[in-house]
């Protein structure tokens, strides 16, 4: 399995600083919005970034700008913006940041700016920000562990389990694995949202729309060049755009209809059918053709002839339900490998083997190890170990795919906790006392011992394939949890460098909201399945859009009936290169004969570039238009 090398992922992290820093430094851009800004034109594009609301002129006892905008009051519901704490004497920052509603984190453990400038001194601020980047950094990494080692893996075995396609099993798992965090942030952004506001929700969706299907996409054809499935590449952005007309239509009528919001979730599950039904027809009316000794089947008969005349070998057609090729063949490797371990008579035991595995240190490589391997080595060990100790593993490429009867019976009971603790359920308690924690760890211990007497050390149990769905699930979770976190230490860092809502939310926090679909998709492309993450580049925010619009809106207008929105330019804007975005695939890859070329790639992260200069150039009012 390919990793990300340590150098890679350093470069990807100093190109963020210096991102901020040219945009700090930049003359052309304001990265301070003044007081006469208008407070429509203040909507931050992300997900995770919480409601940023421009204050308004209140009577209110507390501190005040000169311009009657109070910075924060006497109560701790305050409506200052957070990027007010420069405007404030310094001594007075910590308070100001405790005090002020936007400063505090919705999602997440640790409130960054709080962190900033309370634990340190004024003159000691860059050394929190020191501090606050190799702890970023530590999690980037770590969402590129999850991703790679423990994600993907639980993927492919419940592809196999359930007879999934690639296309299958991308419009489904792994969209959810991506477009969690960016549901529940949706839900939690329309919820808190003020006055309408819920155009943050909208601009957020697209723009994360438009970072996937531009620069993921890209990158992945970039990376993996490959033939595009006809049909499942169409449906797929036809659905799209038919989405994305829909929402831009609720948006041009500024109000959303309960009928209008549940039809959102319809039409995704309406989507999904006709993957699943699509695929189901095709399957039985299909006749299969003959190149050589390999069957091909009329499906993917195109590619697949491709991929046979390049390779000579049928193992990597992405047509059949994922790793089924390496059934026969890693239950040989197994049978060597085990009667290796008969023969040697110097065999670890279970708890030996128990140690190794928890091991969070490459120890068989470490002797060649240059001085930086070994220092990423070092640096990204606890997160290994958390990962390894909550984390099942399925992997048919290891050896009795990677069965250890102490640990997967261990990860039963801690994987079960941490899910609990990360999600908060856990913190809940029933009745009045007995904590949910506790309950999950009593049924934890319950499962952990269960699997331990009716296992065995040297085989896996028939229900090993199990551990795939409990993997995947804890495995959501973590990059569900260490997303969260990055994206709040962006938000930090866009504070202390005054950095303007909309070039914070269309850069840094833009990406770090897909930095899961980037690594997720990416990663698969690199393992060799091109094609499962091009499926996830459509299917994944096509779940977030119809999903992340419907499911809340769904929940306010029955509290409350029609929803009024309040939209800004931005939205329309950042609609109109979503859909710029996807028609550009949909006439592109079928002029080219659905090959997914560098070219093609190359292309889409240009138009990216152009998307980020026009957004920019709105948000300055360079480019301003009447959308009343």
Same mark, same amino acid.
């Given at each position: 399995?390919?990793?990300?090398?340590?150098?890679?992922?350093?470069?990807?992290a100093l190109s963020s600083v210096i991102v901020?820093?040219?945009?700090?430094?930049?003359?052309?851009?304001?990265?301070?919005?003044?007081?006469?800004?208008?407070?429509?034109?203040?909507?931050?594009?992300?997900?995770?970034?919480?409601?940023?609301?421009?204050?308004?002129?209140?009577?209110?006892?507390?501190?005040?700008?000169?311009?009657?905008?109070?910075?924060?009051?006497?109560?701790?519901?305050?409506?200052?913006?957070?990027?007010?704490?420069?405007?404030?004497?310094?001594?007075?920052?910590?308070?100001?940041?405790?005090?002020?509603?936007?400063?505090?984190?919705?999602?997440?453990?640790?409130?960054?700016?709080?962190?900033?400038?309370?634990?340190?001194?004024?003159?000691? +601020?860059?050394?929190?920000?020191?501090?606050?980047?190799?702890?970023?950094?530590?999690?980037?990494?770590?969402?590129?562990?999850?991703?790679?080692?423990?994600?993907?893996?639980?993927?492919?075995?419940?592809?196999?389990?359930?007879?999934?396609?690639?296309?299958?099993?991308?419009?489904?798992?792994?969209?959810?694995?991506?477009?969690?965090?960016?549901?529940?942030?949706?839900?939690?952004?329309?919820?808190?949202?003020?006055?309408?506001?819920?155009?943050?929700?909208?601009?957020?969706?697209?723009?994360?729309?438009?970072?996937?299907?531009?620069?993921?996409?890209?990158?992945?054809?970039?990376?993996?060049?490959?033939?595009?499935?006809?049909?499942?590449?169409?449906?797929?952005?036809?659905?799209?755009?038919?989405?994305?007309?829909?929402?831009?239509?609720?948006?041009?009528?500024?109000?959303?209809?309960?009928?209008?919001?549940?039809?959102?979730?319809?039409?995704?599950?309406?989507?999904?059918?006709?993957?699943?039904?699509?695929?189901?027809?095709?399957?039985?009316?299909?006749?299969?053709?003959?190149?050589?000794e390999i069957t091909v089947k009329n499906e993917?008969?195109?590619?697949?002839?491709?991929?046979?005349?390049?390779?000579?070998?049928?193992?990597?057609?992405?047509?059949?339900?994922?790793?089924?090729?390496?059934?026969?063949?890693?239950?040989?490797?197994?049978?060597?490998?085990?009667?290796?371990?008969?023969?040697?008579?110097?065999?670890?035991?279970?708890?030996?083997?128990?140690?190794?595995?928890?091991?969070?240190?490459?120890?068989?490589?470490?002797?060649?190890?240059?001085?930086?391997?070994?220092?990423?080595?070092?640096?990204?060990?606890?997160?290994?170990?958390?990962?390894?100790?909550?984390?099942?593993?399925?992997?048919?490429?290891?050896?009795?795919?990677?069965?250890?009867?102490?640990?997967?019976?261990?990860?039963?009971?801690?994987?079960?906790?941490?899910?609990?603790?990360?999600?908060?359920?856990?913190?809940?308690?029933?009745?009045?006392?007995?904590?949910?924690?506790?309950?999950?760890?009593?049924?934890?211990?319950?499962?952990?011992?269960?699997?331990?007497?009716?296992?065995?050390?040297?085989?896996?149990?028939?229900?090993?394939?199990?551990?795939?769905?409990?993997?995947?699930?804890?495995?959501?979770?973590?990059?569900?949890?260490?997303?969260?976190?990055?994206?709040?230490?962006?938000?930090?860092?866009?504070?202390?460098?005054?950095?303007?809502?909309?070039?914070?939310?269309?850069?840094?926090?833009?990406?770090?909201?897909?930095?899961?679909?980037?690594?997720?998709?990416?990663?698969?492309?690199?393992?060799?399945?091109?094609?499962?993450?091009?499926?996830?580049?459509?299917?994944?925010?096509?779940?977030? +859009?119809?999903?992340?619009?419907?499911?809340?809106?769904?929940?306010?207008?029955?509290?409350?009936?029609?929803?009024?929105?309040?939209?800004?330019?931005?939205?329309?804007?950042?609609?109109?290169?979503?859909?710029?975005?996807?028609?550009?695939?949909?006439?592109?890859?079928?002029?080219?004969?659905?090959?997914?070329?560098?070219?093609?790639?190359?292309?889409?992260?240009?138009?990216?570039?152009?998307?980020?200069?026009?957004?920019?150039?709105?948000?300055?009012?360079?480019?301003?238009?009447?959308?009343?």
């Open positions: 399995m390919k990793r990300f090398s340590p150098l890679s992922i350093v470069l990807l901020v820093l040219l945009t700090v430094l930049k003359k052309g851009v304001p990265i301070v919005a003044s007081v006469d800004s208008d407070p429509e034109r203040l909507n931050v594009d992300s997900s995770v970034l919480r409601a940023l609301l421009w204050y308004s002129d209140t009577g209110a006892d507390g501190w005040t700008n000169g311009s009657g905008y109070s910075l924060f009051g006497n109560d701790s519901d305050s409506d200052a913006d957070c990027s007010d704490v420069h405007k404030v004497n310094k001594s007075m920052r910590c308070d100001f940041t405790k005090t002020t509603d936007d400063c505090s984190v919705d999602e997440g453990f640790v409130d960054y700016t709080v962190f900033a400038y309370c634990q340190f001194t004024p003159s000691l +601020l860059p050394l929190a920000l020191v501090i606050l980047f190799i702890w970023w950094l530590f999690l980037f990494i770590g969402l590129a562990i999850t991703a790679d080692d423990y994600f993907c893996p639980a993927l492919t075995v419940i592809s196999k389990t359930l007879h999934l396609s690639h296309n299958i099993a991308g419009v489904t798992f792994l969209a959810f694995g991506n477009g969690a965090p960016d549901i529940f942030s949706a839900i939690a952004a329309i919820g808190n949202a003020k006055n309408g506001e819920a155009g943050l929700a909208f601009g957020a969706l697209f723009g994360a729309g438009v970072f996937v299907t531009a620069v993921v996409a890209g990158t992945i054809a970039i990376i993996h060049p490959f033939n595009a499935m006809q049909r499942p590449f169409l449906r797929d952005i036809v659905f799209y755009l038919a989405a994305v007309f829909w929402t831009f239509s609720v948006m041009w009528d500024k109000k959303i209809t309960k009928i209008e919001a549940i039809g959102f979730i319809l039409l995704y599950i309406v989507y999904v059918l006709v993957v699943v039904l699509g695929r189901y027809i095709y399957q039985r009316f299909k006749t299969p053709d003959v190149i050589g993917d008969k195109d590619e697949t002839a491709s991929d046979v005349e390049e390779t000579g070998d049928s193992a990597g057609s992405e047509s059949k339900p994922l790793l089924s090729s390496l059934r026969s063949e890693t239950r040989g490797n197994v049978n060597i490998s085990t009667e290796s371990m008969e023969s040697s008579p110097e065999d670890p035991s279970p708890f030996q083997q128990f140690l190794y595995a928890i091991n969070p240190i490459d120890t068989e490589n470490w002797p060649e190890m240059n001085l930086i391997k070994k220092i990423y080595e070092v640096f990204k060990c606890p997160m290994v170990f958390l990962l390894v100790i909550t984390t099942p593993v399925v992997d048919y490429d290891e050896e009795l795919h990677k069965w250890n009867r102490y640990l997967n019976s261990l990860q039963l009971t801690t994987g079960l906790l941490f899910a609990s603790l990360a999600t908060k359920v856990g913190l809940n308690t029933i009745g009045s006392s007995f904590p949910v924690w506790a309950l999950v760890l009593i049924i934890g211990v319950a499962l952990s011992l269960l699997v331990f007497f009716t296992s065995k050390n040297d085989q896996q149990p028939k229900y090993h394939p199990l551990f795939a769905y409990v993997g995947f699930v804890v495995a959501v979770v973590w990059i569900y949890s260490v997303a969260n976190e990055v994206v709040n230490i962006l938000q930090t860092f866009g504070v202390v460098f005054s950095i303007s809502n909309a070039v914070l939310g269309l850069t840094l926090l833009a990406w770090g909201n897909s930095i899961g679909d980037l690594i997720a998709d990416t990663v698969m492309a690199r393992q060799g399945y091109p094609r499962i993450g091009i499926s996830a580049c459509f299917g994944g925010p096509l779940f977030n +859009l119809l999903l992340g619009i419907g499911i809340p809106f769904t929940i306010a207008t029955i509290k409350k009936g029609d929803y009024e929105l309040s939209i800004t330019l931005e939205e329309y804007v950042l609609a109109g290169f979503l859909a710029l975005s996807l028609l550009t695939s949909l006439i592109v890859v079928p002029l080219s004969k659905f090959r997914m070329s560098r070219p093609y790639g190359i292309g889409l992260i240009v138009l990216y570039v152009i998307f980020l200069v026009v957004a920019l150039l709105t948000e300055s009012n360079v480019i301003t238009a009447d959308i009343n």
